[in-house]
C-alpha cells in the first residue's frame, strides 16, 4: 500500500501536481486530457489492491474503474465518482500545478473541484482496507474515476452505456460535506439565424443577421425565461434560462450574415426538455423563421428520495441535505437507474475560481465523513 495512501493533504498534493485539464480548456501550455491522472489513478488503485480496468472516450482519455471485492458474498455495490479531469487555469493567482498553503487553505487547480474531495475519498478507502471492517465486509466498493465530467460528463455518460450500475453512486463534488440528493438537469442550444453579408457603407444591400435575431432574443426574454420560472418542482424550484453566447458579425464594415445564440436551460422533473425544445421551436417560428436550432447538450435532472438506506448512511456521515441548480456525473447515474447524490468537502463557491482551494480542516472532515460511510458508523 502507499506510503501516503491514508493521508488526504499528502494525496491531495500528488493530485494537484498532475494537470488533467479537459482539452476544451485552456491548458496554457500543458498536455491537455486526463492521461496523466488517470495513469495516477488507476496505479493508486491497483497498489490498494483493486481490481482495475480503463475505459477510454477519445484517444489518451480513460476513465478508470477500480472494484474492491468483499470478504464475503457481496449484497450490495457502492460507487465513489471522482472526476478525473478540472476546468482550464488561464488567469489564476496561485500555481496551478503546485499545492500551496496560506492561511489553513490548500491552493492550486482542482483543489476543490474535485481533487481534493477524490484524495479525502481515497484516504478513506486505504483506512477501509486496513481496518478490521474489510475483514467481514459484505460490500463491493468501487471508485469509478470519470474522464470529461467538465465536458458534459462523458466519461460518466460512456460507462453507463457499456453497462456500469451501482445499488448507489456517489459522485464527489465540493458539497460541504452536505448530501445533494437533488440536482437540476441542463439543456443547452444553439440557434443560428442567417442574413446576407454587404459591405458596411451599403448596409440595405444586405440582410443583418444580428436585426433578425432580436426579436427572438426578446421573446426569448420576455416569454420563455418567465414561463420557465414559473415551472415549480417543490424541491427544485423554478426553471431557467441564460442567454450566455450572442455571437454576430466579425468586422465592423460588414453587414453580419450569422448571428448565433447559445442557451443554458436548466430543467426538473416536472418540466420535460422536449416541451422546452418545442415552445422554442415555436418562438423561432413565430419571430426568425429561417433560423435553425440545435442541440449540444442535454442531461437528466434527478431526485434521489431521502429515505434511500444509502442515501441515509451518508446523510449521518455528513451535514444534512442539500439540492443544486449545478449538473455532475450523479444526474448521469442516476437517469440510468443508479440512485446517485453528489458529495465532498469543499464549497463549490470556490470550484473554478483564480485561487481554488479548499480549507484543510474540511479536507480532513472530508476523509472522516468518506471513512465513517463506509464503515456504517
Same mark, same amino acid.
Request: net charge positive; with cysteine.
Given at each position: 500500500?502507499?506510503?501516503?495512501?491514508?493521508?488526504p493533504?499528502?494525496?491531495l498534493r500528488?493530485?494537484?501536481a498532475l494537470p488533467?485539464?479537459?482539452p476544451e480548456?485552456?491548458?496554457?501550455?500543458?498536455?491537455?486530457?486526463?492521461a496523466?491522472m488517470?495513469a495516477w489513478?488507476?496505479?493508486h488503485?491497483?497498489?490498494?489492491?483493486?481490481?482495475?480496468?480503463?475505459?477510454?472516450?477519445a484517444p489518451?482519455?480513460?476513465?478508470?474503474?477500480?472494484?474492491f471485492e468483499p470478504?464475503?458474498?457481496a449484497?450490495?455495490?457502492v460507487?465513489?465518482?471522482?472526476h478525473l479531469?478540472?476546468?482550464?487555469?488561464?488567469?489564476m493567482?496561485?500555481?496551478?500545478?503546485?499545492?500551496t498553503?496560506?492561511a489553513?487553505r490548500?491552493h492550486?487547480?482542482?483543489?476543490?473541484?474535485?481533487?481534493?474531495?477524490?484524495a479525502?475519498?481515497?484516504?478513506?478507502v486505504?483506512?477501509w482496507?486496513?481496518s478490521?471492517?474489510r475483514?467481514?465486509?459484505?460490500?463491493?466498493?468501487?471508485?469509478?474515476?470519470?474522464?470529461?465530467?467538465?465536458?458534459g460528463?462523458?466519461?460518466?455518460?460512456?460507462?453507463?452505456?457499456e453497462?456500469?450500475?451501482a445499488?448507489?453512486?456517489v459522485?464527489?463534488e465540493p458539497?460541504d460535506?452536505?448530501v445533494?440528493?437533488?440536482?437540476k438537469g441542463?439543456l443547452?442550444v444553439?440557434? &443560428?439565424?442567417?442574413?446576407?453579408a454587404?459591405?458596411?457603407a451599403?448596409?440595405?444591400?444586405g440582410?443583418n443577421?444580428?436585426y433578425?435575431?432580436?426579436?427572438?432574443?426578446?421573446?426569448?426574454k420576455d416569454?420563455?425565461?418567465?414561463?420557465?420560472?414559473a415551472?415549480r418542482?417543490?424541491?427544485?424550484?423554478g426553471c431557467?434560462?441564460n442567454l450566455?453566447?450572442l455571437?454576430?458579425g466579425?468586422?465592423?464594415?460588414?453587414?453580419?450574415?450569422?448571428c448565433r445564440?447559445?442557451l443554458d436551460?436548466?430543467?426538473?422533473?416536472?418540466?420535460?426538455?422536449?416541451?422546452?425544445r418545442?415552445?422554442?421551436?415555436?418562438?423561432?417560428a413565430?419571430?426568425a423563421?429561417?433560423?435553425?436550432?440545435s442541440?449540444?447538450r442535454e442531461?437528466?435532472s434527478f431526485?434521489?428520495?431521502?429515505s434511500d438506506?444509502?442515501?441515509k448512511?451518508?446523510?449521518?456521515?455528513?451535514r444534512?441535505?442539500?439540492?443544486a441548480?449545478?449538473?455532475c456525473d450523479?444526474?448521469?447515474?442516476?437517469?440510468?437507474?443508479t440512485?446517485?447524490?453528489a458529495?465532498?468537502?469543499?464549497s463549490?463557491?470556490q470550484?473554478h475560481?483564480?485561487?481554488?482551494?479548499i480549507?484543510?480542516? &474540511?479536507?480532513v472532515?472530508?476523509?472522516g465523513?468518506f471513512?465513517?460511510?463506509?464503515?456504517?458508523?
Amino acid at each position: 500500500m502507499p506510503t501516503s495512501a491514508t493521508d488526504p493533504k499528502k494525496i491531495l498534493r500528488e493530485l494537484i501536481a498532475l494537470p488533467s485539464v479537459h482539452p476544451e480548456a485552456d491548458a496554457v501550455g500543458t498536455v491537455p486530457g486526463e492521461a496523466a491522472m488517470a495513469a495516477w489513478m488507476a496505479d493508486h488503485l491497483r497498489a490498494l489492491g483493486a481490481d482495475v480496468r480503463t475505459s477510454l472516450i477519445a484517444p489518451g482519455r480513460p476513465s478508470v474503474v477500480g472494484v474492491f471485492e468483499p470478504a464475503r458474498k457481496a449484497r450490495a455495490t457502492v460507487a465513489f465518482a471522482p472526476h478525473l479531469d478540472t476546468v482550464g487555469v488561464r488567469g489564476m493567482t496561485v500555481p496551478a500545478f503546485q499545492m500551496t498553503e496560506k492561511a489553513g487553505r490548500l491552493h492550486g487547480r482542482g483543489a476543490c473541484d474535485t481533487k481534493g474531495p477524490t484524495a479525502a475519498m481515497l484516504a478513506a478507502v486505504g483506512r477501509w482496507l486496513e481496518s478490521a471492517a474489510r475483514k467481514t465486509s459484505d460490500l463491493r466498493w468501487i471508485v469509478a474515476a470519470t474522464a470529461g465530467e467538465e465536458q458534459g460528463s462523458l466519461g460518466a455518460q460512456a460507462l453507463v452505456k457499456e453497462g456500469f450500475r451501482a445499488d448507489f453512486a456517489v459522485a464527489l463534488e465540493p458539497t460541504d460535506l452536505k448530501v445533494v440528493y437533488a440536482a437540476k438537469g441542463v439543456l443547452r442550444v444553439w440557434i &443560428e439565424v442567417p442574413g446576407r453579408a454587404a459591405h458596411g457603407a451599403k448596409p440595405e444591400r444586405g440582410d443583418n443577421a444580428v436585426y433578425r435575431a432580436l426579436p427572438l432574443v426578446q421573446a426569448l426574454k420576455d416569454e420563455l425565461a418567465p414561463w420557465l420560472a414559473a415551472q415549480r418542482h417543490p424541491v427544485l424550484g423554478g426553471c431557467s434560462l441564460n442567454l450566455g453566447i450572442l455571437q454576430g458579425g466579425g468586422e465592423l464594415n460588414l453587414v453580419p450574415a450569422l448571428c448565433r445564440i447559445g442557451l443554458d436551460i436548466r430543467v426538473h422533473p416536472g418540466c420535460a426538455a422536449a416541451e422546452v425544445r418545442r415552445r422554442l421551436a415555436a418562438l423561432i417560428a413565430r419571430h426568425a423563421p429561417k433560423a435553425t436550432l440545435s442541440l449540444h447538450r442535454e442531461g437528466p435532472s434527478f431526485v434521489t428520495e431521502q429515505s434511500d438506506a444509502w442515501a441515509k448512511r451518508l446523510r449521518g456521515a455528513g451535514r444534512g441535505w442539500e439540492a443544486a441548480d449545478w449538473f455532475c456525473d450523479a444526474n448521469v447515474f442516476a437517469g440510468h437507474g443508479t440512485p446517485a447524490v453528489a458529495f465532498g468537502p469543499g464549497s463549490i463557491r470556490q470550484a473554478h475560481t483564480k485561487d481554488e482551494y479548499i480549507e484543510e480542516q &474540511e479536507l480532513v472532515a472530508g476523509a472522516g465523513a468518506f471513512e465513517k460511510f463506509m464503515r456504517g458508523a
